[in-house]
Each structure stands twice: as structure tokens, then as C-alpha cells.
């Protein structure tokens, strides 16, 4: 037995083709779950970092919080919060949002804080409103680093969806959990190339997105 | 989950022993790889540093790296490790203590002031001693930096290595989870939080100690 016969065992098995153990569904499931908790943190996040990244306010607990949040178990905070509220995508939303809004939160955060300050004070000169500041130069001028901190929580975040298999839930780590627990390792495998495969993708999306998606003038390096 | 509390303090209390062995267990699986990482770090950022050329596709290559889920790391890596062997778990972590050091080593041994460098050799000293007394001391608050990342973000990822086989207090939420009872998954977080503190303080001081004249926060980019 070696990879490549593990490989192709897992991937021409015809579960993996229809019906509800398929790759397509089982991909399909991750990624809701995985944007789910990217939209809901970007919501709950994008806004506030933004408005303390203008107001300079509260830089010191920022910082402290996204320490705080990178030492956050989150195998222990999806099993706990199952226990708690019970089998469900809102339990296992809870610790994703938890992991990525800080990272939103500090992009931000730190994209705002970081405009050029000649910048800012022309755009006060000639009469912009605080409002209009943020909006049309500050906010722009945060894009890059947003885009950088939307890209590190959607890996994360794709990478962690995967333990929530553990408690039951769909997605790709399905594969990793139920061969682990049937010593089926044809289907562990497959699922963690599966996992690894769709976090690539993400981050070639992102670098697509940095390269492309930008107004020249704010693409950097 | 009927009736049973969150928290049942007593069995805290007759499980100290217990807590305790996989709090050291943690310890060891999460921070060696840390170590073993900056190890690494060092000599291959100083190659990146004197051949420049060498630094993107290493960068690039540990930017991948960085972003390969654990989980599926360490399922991967069984076949070579074995299941329930530290190796499993230790081996990925060293290799994400190595993608965060690498770029901090290289951005720190940059920082050095080119009059700096210049007026050190202009002292007399050679590239080695430049290098040990003063490049290294000045990438010091750039290195220490990246270490808190490394370290807290492994202390994290080190209780996934619990789906494994092996991940110290990791354990204690499959535990938990299993016998639908919550005390051990509290527990777990708990430590998991001040175990990363500790070590984050530890850092911290070390850097005090280590570069006096770097009051001010060095911003890491990850």
C-alpha cells in the first residue's frame, strides 16, 4: 500500500461521486459553513476596526485581543460550545467567528491607523467631513491590508472548519474524523488532501484577487 | 447536558495530578518545536540575508506551508510517523514555527542600519563578529516578536494534535466530549489560555532583558 493506491481507492470509490459522501457536497458543505463564519466575523468586525483604526482609540487592547485570540483552543471551544448549545452550525459558528474577527478586526484596524497622516490632513483641508475622511481616503487606503487579513482568516478558518467534523457536523473533515475513527485511512488521507487542495485554492484566489481586484493605485509591493 | 453545571470544581480538585502531567505534556509538544524552529531560522535567514536571491522561494514555499490546515498535516504525516506518536504532531508544528520565524529573522538581520554596519566595520570588526555583537543583538525585538506568534500559535494548534493520538491537554476536550461533560473541556481552555500567557510574559521579560533599548512594540506582520 502507498499514497498513490490510497489516493486513487479513495477517489474512485463511487460514494465519493453521488449522493451525500461526495466530494462535490462534502466540498459544498465546507465551504457554507467556512462562509458563513467569514461573512458573520467580517460584519461583526470590518465596522468597528475601522471606525477604532480612525479614532486611534483602543490600539493597545486591540493588539492584546488578537494575542488572546491566537492562543484559543479550538477544538476545545467547538466541543464545548456543542455541549453547551447543542449539535448544530450555530454551535461551531461561534468558535470560527471567534478566530477570525479578531484578524478582520486588526487589518482594520491597522490599515486606517496606517494612512499616510499628510494624507489625511489634506483631505481635511480642503473640507472633507470626518465621515468623508474615512470613507474616501482612509478606506481605500485600508484595502490592501483588509484584503491581506480577509485572506489569513478564510485559511484559518477553512482549516479549523475541518474539526468541526468531530462533533458531527458535514464538511471535508468528515473524511479525516470518520476514517480516523474506522481506520479507513484511504479516506483520512483523501480528506486532508482535500482540505489542503481548497485552503491553496483560497490563497490563490487571494493573490489573484491582490494582483487584480485592486484600483492601481493602492497595489503594493 | 441535563443538570450537569459547567464547572464541577471537585473534580478539578481530584484531578490536579492529572491536569498537571498534561499541562507539561502540552508544554513540551508545543514549545519544542519552537525552539527547534528558530534553531532553523537563524543559519537560513543569515544564507537569505547574504544571498537574497534565496529568500522569495523560501518565503513563498513556508507562506504554503503556513497555510496547510493541521489536521490534515498531521494525518498526512502518519505514515511516517505512526499514529499517537509525538512526531506526528511536533514535526508540522516545527515547520509553522519555521514559516512565522524565517521572515522575522530576515526582516531583523535587514534592520540593521547600514551606517551601523558600516561604522562596525570600520572599527575593525569582521563579518563574524559584526554578525554576533552587532547584527543578531539588533534583530533581537524583530526575533522576539516573531517567537510570541510562533509560540502561542502553536500552543493553540498543539490541542488539535489530540485527533491524532497525541496533543497534552488536547485530550482533555475529546475527553470531555465523549462523556458529555463539560468540567474537562473548561479545564482545557483555561490552561491552553495561561500556559500561552505564561509563555507570551516569558517572551516579553526575555526581550526586556535581551534589548533594553526596544521599548517600543515591534510590529510583526502576521
Known amino acids: ?221 | 447536558m441535563d443538570g450537569e453545571p459547567l464547572v464541577r470544581w471537585g473534580w478539578i480538585g481530584d484531578h490536579l495530578g492529572y491536569l498537571w502531567g498534561l499541562l507539561r505534556d502540552h508544554a513540551v509538544i508545543s514549545l519544542v518545536p519552537v525552539l527547534i524552529g528558530l534553531a532553523l531560522a537563524l543559519p537560513l535567514g543569515l544564507l537569505c540575508t547574504r544571498f537574497p536571491r534565496l529568500y522569495q522561494p523560501l518565503a513563498a514555499v513556508f507562506n504554503v506551508v503556513y497555510a496547510l490546515p493541521s489536521l490534515a498535516v498531521f494525518v498526512v504525516l502518519i505514515p511516517y510517523t505512526g499514529l499517537a506518536t509525538r512526531e506526528t504532531v511536533m514535526l508540522p508544528l516545527t515547520c509553522y514555527a519555521l514559516a512565522v520565524l524565517l521572515p522575522t529573522t530576515v526582516d531583523g538581520l535587514r534592520a540593521v542600519p547600514e551606517p551601523v554596519r558600516q561604522a562596525a566595520t570600520a572599527l575593525g570588526y569582521g563579518p563574524w563578529r559584526r554578525l554576533a555583537a552587532v547584527e543578531l543583538p539588533s534583530a533581537v525585538p524583530y526575533l522576539m516578536a516573531g517567537l510570541r506568534v510562533a509560540a502561542v500559535s502553536s500552543i493553540s494548534l498543539a490541542s488539535v494534535g489530540a485527533l491524532v493520538g497525541r496533543g497534552g491537554l488536547g485530550y482533555l476536550f475529546i475527553d470531555g466530549f465523549q462523556r458529555t461533560f463539560p468540567t474537562p473541556i473548561v479545564a482545557g481552555i483555561v490552561l491552553v489560555g495561561l500556559l500561552a500567557l505564561v509563555t507570551d510574559a516569558v517572551l516579553l521579560l526575555a526581550r526586556r532583558l535581551l534589548a533594553p533599548w526596544a521599548v517600543r512594540e515591534t510590529a510583526v506582520r502576521r
Request: charged residues 10%; hydrophobic residues 55%.
Open chain 1, 1 to 221: 500500500m502507498n499514497w498513490f493506491s490510497w489516493l486513487s481507492a479513495f477517489f474512485t470509490d463511487p460514494d465519493r461521486l453521488h449522493g451525500p459522501d461526495s466530494i462535490v457536497h462534502r466540498v459544498s458543505e465546507h465551504l457554507i459553513l467556512s462562509g458563513e463564519a467569514l461573512g458573520l466575523a467580517f460584519v461583526l468586525a470590518v465596522p468597528l476596526g475601522l471606525l477604532l483604526g480612525y479614532t486611534g482609540r483602543a490600539a493597545a487592547l486591540v493588539t492584546a485581543l488578537t494575542g488572546a485570540a491566537r492562543a484559543l483552543p479550538t477544538l476545545g471551544l467547538v466541543t464545548l460550545a456543542v455541549l453547551v448549545a447543542g449539535v448544530g452550525n450555530t454551535a461551531v459558528l461561534v468558535p470560527l467567528v471567534a478566530l477570525a474577527a479578531p484578524v478582520l478586526l486588526v487589518a482594520a484596524c491597522e490599515g486606517v491607523r496606517g494612512t499616510d497622516p499628510d494624507l489625511r490632513d489634506a483631505a481635511r483641508g480642503i473640507g472633507l467631513t470626518h465621515r468623508q475622511v474615512l470613507w474616501q481616503v482612509c478606506v481605500p487606503w485600508a484595502l490592501p491590508a483588509l484584503l491581506a487579513g480577509l485572506r489569513t482568516a478564510a485559511v484559518q478558518v477553512i482549516a479549523t472548519a475541518t474539526v468541526a467534523a468531530y462533533v458531527g457536523l458535514g464538511g471535508l473533515g468528515r473524511y479525516v474524523v470518520d476514517g480516523l475513527a474506522t481506520k479507513d485511512f484511504p479516506q483520512t488521507l483523501g480528506g486532508a488532501l482535500l482540505v489542503v487542495l481548497l485552503a491553496v485554492a483560497t490563497q490563490l484566489l487571494f493573490a489573484a484577487l491582490n494582483r487584480f481586484a485592486l484600483p492601481a493605485g493602492l497595489r503594493r509591493r
